[in-house]
């Protein structure tokens, strides 16, 4: 780990001041940030410690929905019980992902923003654009099976690994931030960025941004919310594909009802939390069954690129697509 | 007295290891030890050209930087190529690059945050040759290994194997790989070096065999082994990469002679994938016939595995092979390919684990092409003695085993066609296999000591690495003296206690058990007629002789090779398999094992259980992936590289067949460490293979191959 | 024989005998105990010393820093120390005799205790003379100064890193955006006068290398000097010695290093020292009370949930919190709940038969 002052800041104006240098990090569960430190991926010369921030509460807003404060851990959010009533996605995307010490830890804000696990970024030494821009990928022609078949570019391939933002991008959540233009909304949708020419850009905040709470809207879609993933262990691993639905029924219970909205989100095959509109177009309209769910889940992953190792997701994510629309529409 | 051998009693180390109190190597205090940290190399095959230690050497609180330019230098040593024990090790003595992150230089600091900066901060160049990272690429170049090493011979043929394939009506060939797997106990290896003066050395070191290591290290730095003393209290697991001291061992030592202090060497988790061996990958061939009664004619095992380009280690997959059934007509062979990797050793079973996946598979592919049950093509294919050395077993109980553990399964119940049991949406699988390990015993020496207070004190050199040592040798000793355990002290995990062998190859307790129980048995001969009245203890006769102790030490001898000596079991595992997803998840596992006697049912039942849960890793989840143009380990931390979680283990059911042997050695006991982990990965693929009727014949299992 | 006794190391023996010269060997009844043979010897004399068991693992912890033996005399005894061994009792006929005859050799006035050091060579490297008598519990110390003494003069001095903000600059900041009370009380403090100027690119300066902390670890306040870079579990570890927190994998993916901090199960691997400062710090050194084991740590016995015991006390941190979580009750819920802990020799059937007598028990 490189030398770094460490600096508690005491207000989110303070903290955002000081974050704005270059080579200054926020620091909050560290669960990400310590981990990339001590392999010498990120070498922040000054980390800003924001836990003293009240940044920590679940608060119901006027609209019927909630805003979650950015310091508040990944347990307290899976458990909180308007969230494992209203937003069972969340919940069950937030405990399909690391353990119980990690999600003890582990903050809304910086699941946000969790790095790739793809080796080659993590190993310090191979070639990555993310990590050192302009030195190439190692990852093409490598080793590809944990990579991206969604979101990809010829410079980067690596998966977001993050389970939360699948299901957020599913409830159409909404990332608050105060930066040093002020404060500002973004859809989750937009939040993170595409590889493209600039893999090492990941998020649209700019330096100093800070987040300070991510806002779940009131939606018919919620309740009716469910996250599968699909992993090499039956814990404690990281995606290799995984949906999240949100689906609002129309007509009565029992038989084909029809779907009169629907998201859906991938993880564990794209370069970020990964939104499927074509899919969820395929879906609106239709009624509930297995045929709608196999059509939209081709058309989520029309246009996949596979490298090497990993065309199997391509199938898998399609097979879990559709199983978690099964399960959201029961 | 109730004997306390055969109890099964609380691990005598139990409440150190729960309260933190039990010192690991790493553990040992040392005031003012210094931090080190080891450079690897970024290519796989070449030369250093240059190392920059500047910006390293400047930072602070570094006490120097080691390149094989300031190394200092050993005299040189050789290492035997017949005993794959006697690793070469890299130690800075000149530039050559053989795998990625070998050592290519090492840091020495205040502080561990120093050292480990400070190691980031040394940049090397290199004179790189593209390498080979994968045996397929140069399959043709298979050699002869020299031998087996422990296993003897590479290659065995008796009778004719074109008698035997005539001979069968059903004949099938079939290929089986498993992958590069890594040890990766909990504790990672570390070593403190500690000189005294410039001849004399104590290493606290993470291992399985200390006095391999004292004589390694006496070796290689031109000392006497008196000179160097090995500390090991406890371990922190070992399966095999603790079995043979590494680079690192030496590294810590010439790096606390270069800073003339005490200096500690832990390695990194990414270094555990690269720097203290591995599985080799396997390439298995068999070749199965068998005639109308489904009796076996022919066996054909043809095992190749990679090896470093500067050492030799084969994985003696086929050696169970030669053993396990009756069959006339048999011949396994065992070659090596080099490529640019770190030298493979010993793991977990070595031979056994993979051998019996790729034999116990094809002859579940066998069964099925036969029409006949799997378990019941064992039972005709029983062998009654060792045909291979034509001997007779000590013991053998694996009929026994079959019958125990595929009544309490219910294996009755089995549908035998494959795809055909479901719950609900779910594929079941039910699957066997026949489990065995070789019950080995070497000599080893003990000494118990008799104190005034009554106290017996048992001492050898040997290792718990987890296996229970500490607790059964002080039920040993205790029935051997004839006081109750809460008596004996028994201490181990120092060179200058009565030598031992290496803890590996399942072989302590038999090797060093029989050598507390003679000398403990010694020790009561000769204070017996000490006794003045019946009622005198032990203590008191000790008391009075006015001595601090009465002891004896023994050394056991090699034993009789008159017959084969192994332990034997059956394995039953259910699998759940979702169909669309291919998620695999073991349900259900009843093992049944005769391994002689049963020393102490509780730690047993805890290495068979250990061993199986290995199992459901080699066959489901482990797979050390090299990157395919640079060597370069690309999973290397336990994010990556997959070993089983709680949640993928269930309940598992170990049945103890009772098996009493006068031949093994004088506690008829059979080594348990490793047989857990034979047989069960061939009983999961072919579980996995009755739920889908896909037959898996790489490992590990993963969802994709079943999608 | 001169008089002058002094706390203070390196001072020329009353007898002629410097730092850097050959030292005499000593006879204690009838054996040459220090010969030269190659290795390091201390030499204490410690008239009202005797061993102790709390002692003695913070004395062979320095005789390993000096990869010495130890040979204290006094007229009531004289005892050997080596690092790994039991203590050795030497035999005393004519103790005082010998003692006398040694005090007399490195100059020690009767009454008077002083430590020794001296090399492989024979050469006397340091030497210690307290003003007041070396009393039980106290060697350890006195060994102590030798080993910091010695270490001091073979490390060259290093210079410091950049860094991004020097303490001004972060108090401007502060003062800027109008922090709190308490954050500007700590910049004034540090750092007088408060100049009005957006913060720069920073200049030259130190980053600091280490930083005091508090850290309330097993109910007991510890005031520490560490690497802000280091862990909260390499500070267990390394530095308060509080070894029973184990290093697994150092990333987050193994559970061996669980602690309980504020009342919650983390990794301390992940978890920065100097971040965890005002907050309980529960190690499996701390879960029992006394000698009354923690349920949970009897059940781990009973059940034997262990084997080699290396990710043992992360498991019993993590099964403790889970009790007291309240989320798990099936097996599967405690396998699923438990699978942020490793366990390489696959103990998991016994360690959820363990948490699940325990739980029952709770």
Known sequence: ?330 | ?707 | MASTVSADSELRTPAGLAIGELADGVVIGGLARYPATGQPRVLAFAHAWSPADDELRALRAELRGLGAELLVLSPRGAWSVRPDDPVEALPADQLADDVAAAAGRYGVVAGHDAVFVIDGGGVLRFAHRPAAPIASGQLAAALAIAGRELRRRATPARPADRVLFTRREWSVTCLVVGCTSAFLAACKQQDKPAERKPPAPAPAADIPTTIDITLQINGQARKLTVDPRASLLDTLRETVGLTGTKKGCDAGQCGACTVHVAGKRVVSCLTLAVMAQGKDITTIEGLAEHDQLHPMQQAFIDHDGLQCGYCTPGQIMSAAALVRENRATTDAEVREQMSGNLCRCGAYPNIVAAIQAARRKA
Not at chain 2, 335 to 357: M, S, W
Not at chain 2, 476 to 484: E, K, L, R, Y
Not at chain 2, 614 to 630: F, K, N, P, S, Y
Not at chain 2, 683 to 692: F, G, R
Request: proline share 6%.
């Open chain 1, 1 to 330: 780990m490189q030398p770094f002052q460490y600096l508690r800041a005491e207000s989110a104006d303070q903290a955002v001041k000081a974050g704005t240098h270059a080579h200054a990090q926020f620091i909050a569960g560290g669960t990400t940030l310590v981990d990339l430190m001590r392999l010498h991926v990120m070498k922040p010369a000054a980390l800003i410690d924001i836990t003293g921030l009240p940044l920590d509460q679940i608060e119901a807003t006027a609209g019927g929905g909630l805003k979650i404060g950015a310091l508040v851990s990944n347990t307290d959010l899976a458990y909180h019980p308007t969230v494992s009533a209203k937003f069972p996605a969340l919940s069950e995307a937030l405990l399909s992902g690391a353990s119980p010490q990690l999600r003890n830890m582990a903050t809304v804000g910086g699941n946000l923003l969790q790095r790739t696990r793809c080796p080659y970024f993590r190993d310090g030494t191979s070639a990555c654009n993310k990590r050192a821009p302009g030195t190439g990928c190692a990852a093409i022609g490598g080793f590809t099976r944990p990579h991206a078949v969604l979101g990809t570019s010829a410079h980067c391939i690596a998966t977001h690994p993050s389970d939360m933002c699948v299901a957020l991008v599913a409830l159409d959540a909404i990332v608050h931030t105060h930066g040093p233009r002020g404060d500002r909304a973004i859809a989750i949708a937009d939040f993170h960025t595409v590889p493209g020419d600039h893999p090492e850009l990941e998020s649209v905040l700019v330096p100093g941004e800070l987040v300070t709470a991510v806002e779940l809207p009131a939606s018919p879609l919620a309740a009716r919310s469910h996250y599968r993933k699909v992993r090499d262990r039956a814990s404690y691993a990281f995606a290799l594909a995984s949906a999240a639905v949100a689906l609002e029924l129309a007509g009565p219970d029992g038989k084909a009802r029809t779907i009169k909205d629907a998201r859906l989100a991938l993880g564990g095959v794209a370069t970020k939390p990964w939104r499927a509109k074509e899919a969820e177009r395929a879906l609106i309209g239709k009624p509930a069954t297995d045929d709608t769910f196999q059509r939209a889940a081709a058309l989520a992953l029309d246009g996949a690129t596979p490298h090497d190792d990993n065309a199997f997701k391509i199938e898998l994510a399609r097979r879990t697509i559709v199983r978690a629309l099964q399960r959201g529409a029961s």
């Open chain 2, 1 to 707: 007295m109730k004997p306390a051998v055969g109890a099964a009693i609380d691990r005598v180390d139990a409440r150190a290891k729960v309260t933190g109190q039990a010192v690991y190597a790493a553990e040992t205090p040392v005031a003012g030890v210094a931090h080190a940290v080891i450079v690897g190399a970024t290519i796989a095959h070449g030369r250093v050209r240059s190392i920059n230690t500047r910006e390293a050497r400047a930072l602070p609180g570094v006490l120097a930087v080691l390149t094989p330019d300031s190394a200092p230098r050993l005299p040189p040593a050789e290492s035997n190529p017949k005993n794959p024990g006697d690793k070469i090790l890299q130690l800075l003595q000149d530039d050559k690059v053989w795998y990625t992150d070998q050592p290519i230089a090492v840091v020495v600091a205040e502080t561990l945050e120093r050292a480990q900066h400070a190691a980031a901060a040394v940049v090397a160049t290199y004179d790189s040759t593209p390498p080979v990272a994968e045996m397929r690429a140069v399959i043709g170049e298979a050699f002869d290994p020299i031998e087996l090493g422990p296993n003897g011979k590479a290659v065995t043929t008796r009778g004719n194997l074109d008698v035997g394939l005539a001979a069968a009506v059903t004949k099938l060939t079939q290929t089986y790989t498993t992958p590069v797997e890594s040890h990766n106990p909990m504790e990672p290896h570390a070593t403190i070096a500690v000189w005294q003066g410039e001849t004399k050395l104590t290493l606290y070191d993470a291992t399985q065999g200390i006095f391999g290591v004292r004589n390694k290290i006496a070796k290689l730095f031109g000392l006497e082994p008196t000179d160097v003393r090995v500390i090991n209290h406890y371990v922190g697991g070992g399966f095999g990469c603790k079995g043979t001291p590494w680079s690192h061992v030496g590294l810590a030592a010439l790096a606390a002679k270069a800073v003339n202090r005490p200096v500690k060497l832990v390695l990194t988790r990414p270094q555990m994938f690269s720097l203290v061996g591995h599985r080799p990958e396997t390439l298995q061939t068999i070749t199965l016939g068998a005639d109308a009664n489904a009796r076996l004619t022919v066996i054909r095992h043809d095992v190749i595995s990679e090896t470093s380009r500067f050492d030799q280690f084969a994985e003696p997959s086929a050696v169970a092979t030669r053993h396990l059934y009756s069959c006339p007509n048999v011949v396994t062979s065992h070659k090596l390919v080099r490529i640019d990797i770190p030298t493979p050793t010993f793991t977990r079973a070595p031979g056994e684990a993979t051998g019996t996946f790729a034999l116990e598979s094809a002859l579940d592919e066998l069964a099925y092409a036969l029409r006949v049950d799997p378990l019941e093509l064992r039972i005709r294919n029983h062998a009654v003695r060792d045909e291979q050395e034509d001997k007779p077993f000590s013991s053998k109980s694996i009929l026994e085993c079959y019958k125990q553990g595929a009544a309490r399964f219910g294996w009755a119940k089995r549908a035998p066609d494959p795809g055909t049991m479901r719950d609900g949406d779910v594929r079941l699988g039910w699957g066997m296999a026949s489990a065995t390990y070789p019950a080995k015993v070497s000599p080893a020496s003990a000494i118990a000591r008799m104190k005034p207070d009554g106290v017996l004190l048992v001492q050898a050199g040997t290792q718990d690495i987890g296996t229970g040592t500490y607790t059964i040798m002080t039920q040993i000793a205790a029935d051997a003296m004839g006081v109750p355990v809460e008596q004996v002290r028994f201490e181990l995990g120092d060179t200058t206690f009565p030598e031992t062998p290496v803890s590996g190859g399942s072989q302590t307790a038999a090797s060093v058990g029989s050598a507390v129980k003679a000398a403990v048995t010694t020790l009561k001969a000769k204070l017996t007629p000490l006794r003045r009245s019946p009622g005198e203890t032990w203590g008191q006769i000790v008391a009075r002789s006015g001595q601090p102790e009465i002891s004896f030490e023994h050394k056991t001898e090699k034993r009789s090779d008159a017959h084969a000596y192994h332990s034997h079991g059956a394995v039953f595992v259910e699998v759940r398999v979702d169909p669309d997803l291919g998620e695999i998840r073991v349900s259900k596992i009843v093992a049944a094992y005769a391994a002689g006697k049963i020393l102490n049912p509780k730690t047993a039942l805890s290495q068979f259980k250990g061993g199986l849960v290995w199992g459901i890793g080699l066959a489901l989840q482990e797979h050390m992936v090299r990157d395919r143009r640079t060597s370069w380990a690309v999973t290397r931390d336990l994010a990556d590289y997959h070993v089983p979680v709680n949640a993928d283990v269930p309940d598992i059911d170990v049945i103890l067949v009772d098996e009493p042997d006068p031949f093994v050695n004088a506690l008829g006991a059979k080594g348990i460490g490793e047989i857990g982990i034979t047989g069960i990965a061939a009983a999961i693929a072919n579980a996995v293979y009755h739920a889908t009727e896909k037959r898996v014949r790489a490992l590990p299992i993963t969802l994709d191959k079943l999608i």
